[in-house]
C-alpha cells in the first residue's frame, strides 16, 4: 500500500513540474467547468419546459371543460390547423 501511495506522490510530483501537463490538467479543469455550467442550464431549460408542459394541459383541459359548458364542439368550424401554423 505504501509503495502505491510513493508512486502516486512521484507521478503527482511530476505532472507538477512539467509545464505541458500543468496545462493540460487546466484545460482538463476548463473543459469540466464548461461541462457543469452546461448540465446546469440544460437542467434550467427542463424544469422550464416541464413547467410550460403542465401549463399547456390544464389550459387544454380548461378548454375541453368550457367547451363541454357551452356545449360548443370541438372545432367550432375552425380550422384548427391554420391557426396552428399562425
Do not use: W
Amino acid at each position: 500500500m505504501q509503495d502505491k501511495i510513493n508512486g502516486l506522490t512521484q507521478d503527482l510530483q511530476f505532472y507538477a513540474r512539467n509545464s505541458d501537463m500543468q496545462q493540460c490538467m487546466q484545460r482538463i479543469e476548463k473543459l469540466r467547468e464548461e461541462r457543469d455550467t452546461k448540465d446546469g442550464r440544460i437542467t434550467e431549460h427542463l424544469e422550464m419546459i416541464n413547467t410550460v408542459q403542465r401549463q399547456m394541459e390544464d389550459l387544454a383541459a380548461e378548454n375541453r371543460t368550457l367547451r363541454k359548458m357551452a356545449a360548443v364542439p370541438d372545432n367550432y368550424g375552425i380550422d384548427l390547423a391554420s391557426i396552428k401554423l399562425h
